[in-house]
């Protein structure tokens, strides 16, 4: 099993920052890959970056080069630092994990984005 919570969403203001954080339980070691992705009202669920084991990172196109995926190790984190926040970064960002055999979603953070 393991455990996620997300923390770090909030309202700003087009153009500016934030970084959401997720903090890690259970399983750790267990954990491939690990993703945050985002849900918009009305729209579906969409990835937004993923890092795999080694340090890989993948984005989405309409994110590419404004957010930046990490993760800390020795802290059982995940992070999420997102740049030239825009209206249409508004949404619901979850944090997810999979393992060999499941994976993991934690609760969400809101971030709301005003232009």
């Known amino acids: 099993q393991v455990q996620l919570v997300e923390s770090g969403g909030g309202l700003v203001q087009a153009g500016g920052s934030l970084r959401l954080s997720c903090a890690t339980s259970?399983?750790?070691?267990?954990?491939?890959?690990m993703r945050w992705h985002r849900q918009a009202p009305g729209k579906q669920r969409e990835q937004v970056a993923m890092i795999i084991r080694g340090g890989t990172t993948y984005y989405a196109d309409s994110v590419k080069g404004r957010f930046t995926i990490s993760r800390d190790m020795a802290k059982n984190a995940l992070y999420l630092q997102m740049n030239e926040l825009k209206a249409e970064d508004t949404a619901v960002y979850y944090c997810?994990?999979?393992?060999?055999?499941?994976?993991?979603w934690g609760q969400g953070t809101q971030v709301t984005v005003s232009s």
């Open positions: 259970g399983s750790i070691s267990s954990i491939a890959t």
């Open positions: 997810g994990a999979d393992t060999p055999r499941n994976s993991y």
